[in-house]
C-alpha cells in the first residue's frame, strides 16, 4: 500500500464494497438527526454523544493526504463532490443499507456533510475519505473511513456508488484503510457492522479478514427504524498475520487532490 497525506455522509451497511492501498507525500516522513450529514458507512448507527477522541497522527490531518491503491485514490472530499455524492449515496439502493443516508439524499445534505467532514478529519476525530479511480480523480465512485468514541473501538464504514458494484474497489479501499489505521495508530481491533440483508458488504468484510462477532438491532436515524445488523471485527494480531499487502512507501504530493 502506498499513502500520503491528502466524515463523509454516513453508510455503515451501505452499498457494495471493494480494495485497496494506500502513499504518504515526501513530507510525511520529517450527531446526529435523521438526514444529518456523518461519515458514510457501510452501516452506521447513531452518532454517538460524546466528542470523538483523536485517533489519528498529525500526518492524516492535511487536506492533502491520500491513500493510493493499484486503482485508487482515497482522498479527503471537497465541495465539488457534492453532487457525485448526493446522487451515488441517495440512491436507494446504497442508501437502504445504511443507518445515517436519506432517500432522497439532497445536495445541501452532501455540502453539509462535507464541511463536518473535513473539519473531523483535520481535528483527527475520524478519517473519511471519497474514493476515485486513479484515471479519473475527479470521479466520486464512493467513501470510506473510520472514526472512534472515546471508550469504544474504531469502526470502519463504506458505500459505493452502484455503477461501480462486483468490481472489488472497496475491499481494496478497505484493505488500504486498514494498514493505514493499524501501522499508524494503536488500534487493536476495527470493527464494522452491516444489515443481514447486505451481501456485497459481508463480502468485503470477509475478504480483509474480520471475523464474525454476532447479531444485534441496529437504529437508523436517517430511516426512523431499526434493522437487524450483523457486527464484525478484525484484530491487529489477525490484521498482521493475514497481510499480504503492500507496506506504505513516499509518495510525491502530486498525486494529491486539491481541497475545497
Not at 436517517?222 to 497481510?243: E, F, N, Q, V
Amino acid at each position: 500500500m502506498k499513502f500520503s497525506p491528502a466524515g463523509f455522509p454516513g453508510n455503515r451497511t451501505g452499498g457494495q464494497a471493494g480494495k485497496w492501498v494506500c502513499s504518504t507525500r515526501s513530507e510525511a516522513k520529517s450527531e446526529g438527526e435523521a438526514g444529518e450529514p456523518s461519515l458514510p458507512f457501510v452501516f452506521p448507527g447513531l452518532r454517538p454523544s460524546f466528542r470523538m477522541s483523536t485517533m489519528f497522527p498529525d500526518l492524516f490531518l492535511d487536506d492533502v493526504f491520500t491513500l493510493e491503491t493499484p486503482r485508487l485514490f482515497l482522498r479527503w472530499p471537497k465541495a465539488s463532490d457534492a453532487k457525485a455524492i448526493a446522487e451515488l449515496a441517495g440512491d436507494k439502493r446504497v442508501a437502504e443499507m445504511t443507518a445515517r443516508i436519506p432517500h432522497p439524499y439532497p445536495a445541501k445534505l452532501a455540502v453539509d456533510f462535507i464541511l463536518r467532514a473535513r473539519a473531523a478529519n483535520a481535528n483527527g476525530e475520524q478519517l473519511g475519505l471519497v474514493i476515485v479511480r486513479r484515471e479519473k480523480p475527479e470521479l466520486v465512485i464512493g467513501m470510506v473511513g473510520i472514526e472512534k468514541g472515546c471508550n469504544s473501538p474504531a469502526e470502519i464504514g463504506y458505500w459505493l456508488g452502484v455503477p461501480y458494484w462486483g468490481q472489488g474497489y472497496m475491499t481494496e479501499a478497505v484493505q488500504a484503510l486498514l494498514d493505514a489505521v493499524f501501522l499508524y495508530t494503536e488500534e487493536r481491533s476495527v470493527t464494522a457492522a452491516i444489515r443481514v440483508m447486505n451481501t456485497g458488504s459481508r463480502r468485503v468484510l470477509e475478504h480483509c479478514g474480520f471475523q464474525y462477532e454476532g447479531g444485534s438491532m441496529c437504529h437508523r436515524p436517517a430511516w426512523g427504524d431499526s434493522t437487524p445488523s450483523d457486527t464484525y471485527r478484525i484484530t491487529r494480531s489477525l490484521w498482521a498475520s493475514l497481510k499480504g499487502w503492500r507496506a506504505p512507501v513516499p509518495h510525491g504530493r502530486e498525486v494529491a487532490v486539491g481541497g475545497m
